[in-house]
């Protein structure tokens, strides 16, 4: 597997891990047979992990088939990889943020992320300029 395959399962289990942590730190106020409670989530801090987990999963998605699609076009599996680890440690920082209510920096963090994953996703279109 390649390093940027390698960070599609980490940003898989980032969005895991950051609603994963919360039930369990408060594990004794989470009840399972009810998942989607919303009073386990009137916590501000439950409900920043939650947001958070949730753009996560609206972001996986495209980061992935952004992968795929830039390997499967042989695009410069270096350059693909660097972007990819880019992407995570700006994803592990946007949570960092969204859980410290940093709202401006996690914006900032956000759109960087998403202008790493868009390169990655054009890498195909753009290859012929790009180093071997």
Not at 94 to 102: A, H, I, K
Request: aromatic fraction near 14%.
């Amino acid at each position: 597997m390649t390093l940027a395959e390698w960070c599609v399962l980490g940003a898989l289990l980032l969005y895991l891990l950051t609603i994963g942590s919360i039930k369990w730190i408060r594990f004794r106020g989470f009840d399972n047979s009810r998942p989607r409670d919303p009073a386990f989530y009137e916590d501000a801090i439950a409900q920043r992990a939650l947001g958070a987990h949730q753009n996560g999963i609206e972001t996986f998605p495209f980061f992935a088939f952004a992968v795929l699609l830039a390997e499967f076009r042989n695009s410069p599996q270096r350059l693909i990889d660097e972007l990819a680890v880019l992407f995570l440690i700006v994803r592990i920082a946007y949570v960092l943020t969204y859980l410290g209510n940093r709202p401006t920096l996690r914006s900032i963090l956000w759109s960087i992320g998403f202008a790493l994953n868009l390169g990655i996703f054009l890498m195909p279109m753009l290859k012929r300029f790009l180093p071997a």
